[in-house]
Structures are given as structure tokens and as C-alpha cells.
């Protein structure tokens, strides 16, 4: 034996096959070079502090699967940080049912300065003959190979996810350029076209009242007039999405908030026949708000809530304080949103109405972000949906006018 | 003796519709379809409130606004738009209401009766 070992373990770890293949090839190639009868590779999980077995040749299976951290001899090796000689009676209490069987063994960290990768743990039936002076070294520089091959897969590793997070961004990047332009062209077409709605619509019922209910042109003016006003509210909605404006922040009672948003709703609640659950907090729950477009943003909310439930249901609302933060929560029982549709419910003119501008969650989730919040929803298709707000606490020190930054 | 209003919009449109509808409610009404023209109008005839667009080529209605509370400081004066975010703005602050354009007047009549009635006690 000599430095050709050498050379088939860099052949092995330099193979352009996945990491846990080129483990089992070297366990294998230890075993054949070396007077031992089993060999397993453990794999350090840096996160969770333990030794995994990832590898292993011979032994017919008999590793343990885990030692956790300074467990076992894997950990003892890797808390020395040098090589272990154990013989069948280790003493010292020290118990390592991974040696149950075996003569003797000789457990190899896998690390780099500080940074550990993992274990060799070479096992033989027979108490064998001590290695030479130049075996352990061989087996030294094995293990520093080993190590680095596990080091270069956790950087390969590392950079594929940065590369797909960076992937992910780019095309979240180019979605959001689109609706900026698209965002503009409509602000741009919203302004055109509200002036002359609204003398279409002004004329439109100065002939209404000219005629009498009987006219048959009367139908016609009305759903001239009824038209208009559908217009007028889309343009609005454009107009207040692309609004950006800067908010005006005051302290402000989050259930005073919610109190004031249902109130505007009574009379749609009574008529569709919806039970109100409110579970708000007997504490104030202050937050830095723009009152005005923080009720838009609930409004919508609600809004949306109630139109789902048409033929009567439960609407839940509760808000409460989670450490930092203050959380509504918005739930109905009107049948949830389609899976397929759900992804898309924040981009602007996506919508599941019929008479929807599809404006209402993006102006709710802009102005929630405005407040250094964020929404989200969870969709039980066939139940309901439950929109969950999170805005920071105006006792945070981290709301709107906070000086914390993130 | 009827109130008297003056109608600024750049919208031909919009003016004959204010004007008919205001003078169905029982107003005389001026109109100008400029912020000069306007402030040109209000140096030879008494009104007693303004209706004024924001929008507007030449002058707009933020500037006019300005003027006309610097020599006629009581002169009530309701700002129209298409857009409820000029509301946040410093400069229509020292309007006496703001509507958002609407082809229901409704609450522009209501606006403006409002503010004359004030007018009136005082």
C-alpha cells in the first residue's frame, strides 16, 4: 500500500457523483486498504448538533444511526479533535454500542479548523495489528479529503439554493416592473376617463328626471346611470391603488379601528343574515396608523368577506396582541377561494367576482405594508377563507414612526 | 337675491353640467374655464362662493386657491377633483370643503348649501 490510495480517493471524491455515493465508495476502499472489517460514514448536522450515518460498507449494518453531539466515539474524536484508537473495553464509562461485536476500532474526525463535517468510524471483529506509522498518516490525509468533499456538496448545496432564491427574485423583479407599468398606464387611463364619466353620468340623470318611470326610455338612462356609477368606482379604486402617497400616522386604536369598519357594514350584515363573531381585546391594541387608509384596507376586507357569504354564514373577527405585534384575523365561512386562484388574490385586477376591479386585496395590501405590516391568507376551499393582519404595535418601537429600523 | 357661484373647470362638460344643475337648485352661476380667467372674473363680479378644478392647464386650482385667499379672504372656496389624494396635500388645506368629482352631486349640493348657510350666520 502506498500513494496510489491516494490517488483513488481523490478519484472517488473528485467523481461527478452525489456525495453520499462517493462516501460509500471511500467506506468500501477503506475496508479493502485497510485491516479493518466495517467502515461508516457519519455526517455532522450542524443545525442540529448530531452525527447522521450516511455510509457504510460491512459490519452487515451494525452502526448506530445517531450519536448526538460528544456522544458516542464519533463525538469523543471530534470534541479531542484527533484520531481514537478504542479497543473492546474503552472503560471510562464512555459507551458506544456501535463497537458492540467488533475487537477494536479507530474513529477519524472529519473537519477543517473549527468546521466539522462528520466522523469515519473504522471497526475490526478482531483485535488487529496496530497501523503503521505511514497508515495513519495515509488515513489522516484520507480524512482531509473526505472532509473537504463534504465541504465542497454543503458549498455546491448552498450556492444552488442562492442561485434559486436569486432566481426566484429575479422573476418576482420582473412580475413587479410589469404591474408598475401596468399600474402607471391605468393611473394614466383612470384620470382621462373619469372627467367625462362623470359628465356622461351627470347628463344621463339630469334625462332621467325628465322622464317618468312609464317612459320606455326610461330604462335606458337608468342602466346609462347605473353604468356610470359601476365606472366611476373602478376608476376610483385604480386611482386610490396607484395613489402613492405617503400615510399620516397617528396613534390609533386597533379595535376602535375595526369597531368603526364593521359599523359601516351593519346594515349588509343584517340583510345577508351573517352572524358576527368579535373577539377583540379588552386592552387597547395601539398601532401607528393612517385611520383612513387603514379603514379602506379593512373595508376591503370586509367587504370582501360579506359579499362571499350572500346566503348568510359566520364572520370572525379578532384582534390581539402577540408580542410585538397586533393580529387580525378576518375569517367567513363563505366557501373559500379556488385553489388555483389563491397565489394571484394580491395582484392587482386578479379577480373571483363577477362585478370585482380585482383592486381591493392589492390596495389592502399596499396600504398594510405602508404600516410595516403584512397580510396573508389561508383558504379552506369549500369552507371559508381567513385573512390574518399583522401590524406592529405601536409599544414595539418598531411601528410606522418607530426609530427602529429593520 | 340668489347666491352667486363661480364654476372653474377647464371641462366643458363639467361646467355646463354644475351650471345646469346649480341653477336648477336656485343659484346664479359664472363661469370660467381657466384659474386666470377666473381670477379675472372675481376682480369685477361678486360672488359668493367658488367651485374650483385642480387640474388644470396654465394655473391650477392650487395656485388659484392661493390667490384667491390672499385678496378675498372669506370668499368660500370648494375644491373639485377626480382624485381624493390631493386632500392629504398642504396646499388645498386652506379650501373650505373638498369633493371628489362624482357624476351624483349630491354631495356637492350639500357642500355648498352647507357652507353658504355658515356664511350666512356669520
Not at chain 1, 368603526?260 to 358576527?276: D, H
Request: contains cysteine; positive net charge; proline residues 3%.
Amino acid at each position: 500500500m502506498g500513494y496510489d490510495i491516494l490517488t483513488k480517493v481523490i478519484e472517488i471524491t473528485d467523481a461527478d457523483i452525489e456525495l453520499l455515493r462517493k462516501l460509500k465508495k471511500a467506506a468500501r476502499l477503506l475496508v479493502r486498504e485497510f485491516p479493518f472489517d466495517a467502515c461508516a460514514v457519519y455526517e455532522w448536522n450542524d443545525k442540529e448538533k448530531y452525527f447522521e450515518n450516511v455510509a457504510s460498507f460491512g459490519g452487515r449494518g451494525r452502526n448506530v444511526a445517531r450519536y448526538e453531539n460528544n456522544e458516542g466515539l464519533p463525538g469523543r474524536a471530534m470534541k479531542l479533535g484527533r484520531t481514537l484508537e478504542a479497543g473492546a473495553n474503552m472503560g471510562k464509562g464512555l459507551v458506544d454500542e456501535g463497537l458492540t461485536g467488533f475487537g477494536s476500532a479507530l474513529i477519524l474526525p472529519l473537519k477543517d479548523g473549527k468546521n466539522r463535517f462528520g466522523a469515519l468510524y473504522l471497526k475490526a471483529i478482531k483485535k488487529t495489528r496496530p497501523l503503521t506509522a505511514k497508515e495513519k498518516k495515509l488515513l489522516h490525509v484520507i480524512a482531509l479529503q473526505i472532509a473537504s468533499s463534504i465541504k465542497s456538496d454543503r458549498y455546491i448545496k448552498s450556492l444552488d439554493a442562492a442561485y434559486g432564491e436569486l432566481n426566484d427574485i429575479r422573476v418576482r423583479l420582473v412580475n413587479a416592473e410589469k404591474l408598475m407599468a401596468l399600474g402607471e398606464l391605468s393611473a394614466a387611463l383612470a384620470h382621462e376617463i373619469k372627467t367625462p364619466l362623470v359628465s356622461i353620468g351627470g347628463f344621463a340623470s339630469r334625462l332621467k328626471k325628465k322622464f317618468d318611470s312609464g317612459s320606455p326610455y326610461y330604462p335606458y338612462v337608468e342602466h346609462i346611470t347605473r353604468e356610470v356609477v359601476r365606472l366611476e368606482s373602478i376608476v376610483s379604486d385604480i386611482l386610490n391603488y396607484t395613489n402613492g402617497k405617503t400615510p399620516r400616522f397617528a396613534k390609533k386604536d386597533m379595535n376602535s379601528i375595526i369597531d368603526e369598519t364593521l359599523g359601516v357594514f351593519e346594515e349588509a350584515i343584517k340583510i345577508s343574515k351573517i352572524a358576527v363573531r368579535k373577539s377583540a381585546s379588552n386592552k387597547p391594541l395601539p398601532v401607528m396608523a393612517d385611520e383612513e387608509q387603514l379603514k379602506i384596507a379593512f373595508d376591503n376586507l370586509i367587504a370582501n368577506a360579506i359579499e362571499s357569504m350572500d346566503s348568510g354564514g359566520t364572520l370572525s373577527v379578532s384582534a390581539a396582541k402577540n408580542g410585538d405585534w397586533v393580529i387580525v384575523e378576518i375569517t367567513d365561512s363563505g366557501g373559500g377561494i379556488e385553489p388555483e386562484l389563491v397565489s394571484g388574490i394580491f395582484d392587482p385586477f386578479v379577480t373571483t367576482k363577477e362585478h370585482g376591479t380585482g383592486l381591493g386585496l392589492p390596495i389592502t395590501r399596499k396600504i398594510i405594508t405602508r404600516h410595516r405590516g403584512s397580510i396573508d391568507v389561508a383558504n379552506d376551499y369549500g369552507r371559508g377563507t381567513t385573512f390574518r393582519v399583522k401590524l406592529p404595535s405601536a409599544d414595539s418601537g418598531y411601528a410606522a414612526h418607530g426609530k427602529k429600523t429593520l | 337675491m340668489k347666491n352667486r357661484l363661480l364654476i372653474v373647470d377647464d371641462e366643458e362638460g363639467i361646467r355646463l353640467l354644475y351650471k345646469e344643475e346649480l341653477e336648477e337648485e336656485g343659484y346664479a352661476t359664472e363661469i370660467a374655464s381657466s384659474g386666470e380667467e377666473a381670477l379675472e372674473k372675481l376682480k369685477d363680479t361678486k360672488v359668493d362662493l367658488v367651485l374650483l378644478d385642480i387640474k388644470m392647464p396654465g394655473m391650477d386650482g392650487v395656485e388659484v386657491l392661493r390667490r384667491v385667499k390672499e385678496k378675498w379672504k372669506t370668499l368660500p372656496v370648494i375644491l373639485c377633483t377626480a382624485y381624493p389624494h390631493y386632500k392629504q396635500e398642504f396646499g388645498t388645506w386652506a379650501s373650505d370643503a373638498y369633493v371628489v368629482k362624482s357624476s351624483d352631486l349630491k354631495e356637492l349640493k350639500a357642500k355648498i348649501k352647507d357652507i353658504l348657510k355658515d356664511k350666512k350666520l356669520s
